[in-house]
């Protein structure tokens, strides 16, 4: 009997487990430690396969190499409760040496990045790749604390929950730090 019982109950157990996903994102596998989306000094082009969203961003400053970062992301799989996603585009480009805020358009969830390095200005242009999804995101948006306090601080941020989305970003630029 207890056998019965146990092949009753774990593909219910199995289906559960698979639901808790739903809500909890695991480890992030950025790759190697070395492995980055760029070099110092280079541009770069990163999107997560269709469907994911930008869940972790990780980044490391170097004043020798430019006083340019290394990036690197990680991707997962927008929650069921999103729908599939209808459409997706580039924003207008965050231009070098200047401050700037962006979010996506169109209620759009970041699901990657272009980025192009300007030794001129020692400084990045920046473009988001959004999506938009069938159903509705949650609007109540706000700015992280999780960001470097100094402008050559490293950088690990990562978003633990279904409920939490990267939908923009902002940054501060000074002519004389670089």
Same mark, same amino acid.
């Given at each position: 009997?207890?056998?019965? &019982?146990? %092949?009753?109950?774990?593909?219910?157990?199995?289906?559960?487990?698979?639901?808790? /996903?739903?809500?909890?994102?695991?480890?992030?596998?950025? /790759?190697?430690?070395?492995?980055?989306?760029?070099?110092?000094?280079?541009?770069?082009?990163?999107?997560?396969?269709?469907?994911?969203?930008?869940?972790?961003?990780?980044?490391?400053?170097?004043?020798?190499? /430019? !006083?340019?970062?290394?990036?690197?992301? +990680?991707?997962?799989? +927008? @929650?069921?409760?999103?729908?599939?996603?209808?459409?997706?585009?580039?924003?207008?480009?965050?231009? +070098?040496?200047?401050? %700037?805020?962006?979010?996506?358009?169109?209620?759009?969830?970041?699901? /990657?990045?272009? !980025?192009?390095?300007?030794?001129?200005? &020692?400084?990045?242009?920046?473009?988001?790749?959004?999506?938009? =999804?069938?159903?509705?995101?949650?609007?109540?948006?706000? &700015?992280?604390?999780?960001?470097?306090?100094?402008?050559?601080?490293?950088?690990?941020?990562?978003? =633990?929950?279904?409920?939490?989305?990267?939908?923009? @970003?902002?940054?501060?630029?000074?002519?004389?730090?670089?």
């Amino acid at each position: 009997m207890d056998l019965v &019982l146990l %092949w009753v109950f774990l593909p219910l157990v199995t289906v559960a487990w698979g639901q808790y /996903g739903d809500y909890y994102y695991g480890p992030y596998n950025y /790759g190697d430690n070395d492995e980055w989306v760029n070099v110092y000094r280079q541009g770069f082009n990163f999107q997560c396969p269709h469907g994911q969203v930008i869940v972790a961003v990780r980044s490391v400053f170097s004043k020798k190499e /430019g !006083s340019d970062r290394l990036w690197n992301y +990680a991707c997962m799989p +927008a @929650a069921q409760s999103l729908g599939e996603p209808t459409e997706c585009w580039w924003e207008e480009i965050n231009r +070098a040496g200047t401050e %700037w805020y962006q979010t996506c358009s169109n209620n759009g969830l970041v699901a /990657g990045f272009q !980025s192009q390095y300007f030794p001129s200005v &020692l400084d990045r242009e920046w473009q988001f790749y959004c999506c938009r =999804y069938s159903r509705r995101c949650p609007y109540s948006c706000w &700015l992280t604390t999780e960001h470097p306090g100094h402008y050559g601080e490293d950088m690990d941020m990562m978003m =633990y929950t279904y409920d939490h989305y990267i939908r923009g @970003a902002t940054t501060t630029f000074s002519a004389v730090d670089r």
